[in-house]
């Protein structure tokens, strides 16, 4: 299974990205999708996730200006992500709990990550 982000880049602070990841290869079906991010010398944390069923958590430093969406059908997950701040910069990466066939346990998958400035 490959999951391939794309979108980073950098912004001016209060500006907008949108994030992208793909998931493919062995997939029977995708539990949840989310979104990670890691700052230098801080912790990667979760920033957004969403289930297949479209039940979606944010970490509080986002909530009003970050939203995350799913398509199922394309096995694709997307943030939008706007009031962009300074702190807000980091690598952002995806990842995805797959289950490869039915009544398999879930396999968390990870993205190569995509690098998000916000800077003036």
């Known amino acids: 299974v490959q999951l391939q982000a794309s979108g980073g880049g950098l912004v001016q602070p209060r500006e907008s990205l949108r994030l992208s990841c793909a998931a493919s290869?062995?997939?029977?079906?995708?539990?949840?999708m989310s979104w990670y991010r890691q700052a230098p010398g801080k912790q990667r944390e979760l920033v957004a996730a969403i289930t297949s069923g479209g039940r979606t958590n944010y970490v509080d430093s986002v909530k009003g200006r970050f939203t995350i969406s799913g398509d199922n059908a394309k096995n694709m997950v997307h943030l939008q992500m706007n009031s962009l701040k300074p702190e807000d910069t980091a690598v952002y990466y995806c990842?995805?709990?797959?289950?490869?066939?039915?009544?398999?346990?879930?396999?968390?998958?990870w993205g190569q990550g995509t690098q998000v400035t916000v800077s003036s």
């Open positions: 290869g062995s997939i029977f079906s995708i539990d949840a």
């Open positions: 990842n995805a709990n797959v289950r490869q066939r039915l009544l398999a346990p879930t396999i968390g998958y």
